[in-house]
């Protein structure tokens, strides 16, 4: 793409490939990796691309995939070891093998471990039991482990749910659950989503992108890419996250206000974020954040217009499409709404 033409948003029917790396985790607002590539692709050199708001880090896995250097950010833990565990090259046959050694220690201890009280309801109580056992040996995975363990927690609760649960958002409870075997989907899962990719160039941060001075040096990026959190206020510690926050003991308060989450100072909060944008890209540096409609009330805010007036700098343009077969489809077919979704450009070489 020459400087002169406008990032294409182009209209795909196709949004994830269950089968890719990407389908370790169901996190909450993850963005379509074949979207992500449609985007990247159309940079008009390699160079350092950062996410300020990286989540499970499809957009800098797929960054890195395409020859750029990445860096990741976002004050979610469980965001991070999921962005982690793309970035982490080792030899998945000793990995099954040391993971399979592991499982047959236990089921020779034959020991019985319960699941934390507030998250009993979700599984099978053997399931349950299977989890909090190779839990034990969590720090003795590779980052891909964890990942991939976290991710099985999630997958293991929709099973004991009968998988009537959607494989974003977690449904009613079954009051007959199901048995999941834990540690065959574990094998499974680390099977099936392992590409990894090198991890040199890459720099993977947990912490707060209001302050992205602190740790990142100024003028020192190419790109800045990416859906950040919304102002409708997604709650990023809720839903399949919070079960692994409850067996974790995670301290979900602390976490979620580190996190933008809150209606009333989304604005400024946002605010201080695109100033440190602009203060570690370079004077030429493009910087795309991918964002939609939203409903508040039975008000449609459109989001190009919304982060236009949001910041004192204005975008150098933006692109519109409809939502395609998407979640977000199918939530507009039930609320009777028309939902768009924006990418807002901002050329720093136009300032
Ligand atoms: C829309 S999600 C990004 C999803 C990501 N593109 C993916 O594919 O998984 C927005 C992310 O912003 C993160 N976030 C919220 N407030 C933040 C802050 N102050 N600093 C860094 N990250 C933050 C949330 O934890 C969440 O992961």
């Known amino acids: 793409m020459s400087r002169q033409n406008a990032i294409k948003f182009k209209f795909v029917q196709n949004v994830n490939n269950p089968k890719s790396i990407h389908g370790i985790f169901p996190y909450r607002g993850k963005i379509s990796p074949i979207d992500a590539i449609n985007i990247l692709i159309q940079l ?30 976002d004050s979610n833990p469980i965001a991070i070891q999921i962005s982690k565990g793309k970035f982490c090259e080792f030899d998945i046959n000793e990995s099954i093998q040391k993971i399979r050694l592991i499982i047959k220690k236990i089921e020779k201890m034959n020991r019985y471990f319960s699941l934390p009280d507030k998250v009993k309801k979700y599984f099978h109580e053997k399931t349950g039991s299977e989890i909090m056992n190779l839990k034990e040996y969590y720090d003795e995975f590779n980052d891909y482990e964890k990942a991939v363990f976290l991710g099985t927690i999630c997958l293991a609760a929709r099973g004991c749910n009968h998988y009537k649960w959607s ?26 989503h392992y590409y990894p990719v090198n991890s040199i160039g890459s720099q993977i941060i947990l912490s707060d992108s209001r302050q992205l001075t602190n740790y990142l040096r100024e003028k020192s990026v190419d790109y800045v890419y990416t859906s950040p959190p919304y102002f409708d206020a ?15 003991n995670n301290d979900v308060e602390d976490i979620r206000k580190k996190l933008i989450q809150r ?5 400024e909060d946002m605010k201080k974020c695109f ?16 964002v939609g409609d939203k409903k508040r009330g039975n008000e449609i805010i459109n ?7 949001l910041f004192d700098r204005k975008p150098t343009y933006i692109a519109q499409r409809e939502y395609t077969n998407t979640p977000s489809k199918i939530w507009d077919k039930i609320n009777k709404t028309h939902r768009k979704e924006q990418i807002i450009v901002w050329d720093k070489s136009t300032w």
Request: net charge positive.
């Open 167 to 192: 494989s974003t958002q977690i449904g009613q409870i079954s009051n007959d659950k199901k048995y999941i075997n834990f540690y065959e989907k574990f094998l499974t899962k680390l099977r099936k």
């Open 263 to 267: 209606y009333d100072s989304y604005a």
């Open 44 to 73: 008009p050199k390699k160079g350092v691309l950062l996410d300020p708001f990286c989540g499970s880090g499809t957009i800098i896995y797929e960054a890195k995939k395409l020859g750029h250097c990445v860096i990741g950010v």
């Open 303 to 309: 989001g190009g217009d919304y982060f236009s007036n």
């Open 275 to 290: 100033d440190e944008i602009v203060k570690v890209t370079k004077d030429d540096a493009i910087i795309i954040f991918v």
């Open 234 to 248: 997604l709650d990023y510690t809720s839903n399949y996250t919070r079960l692994v926050h409850l067996i974790f």
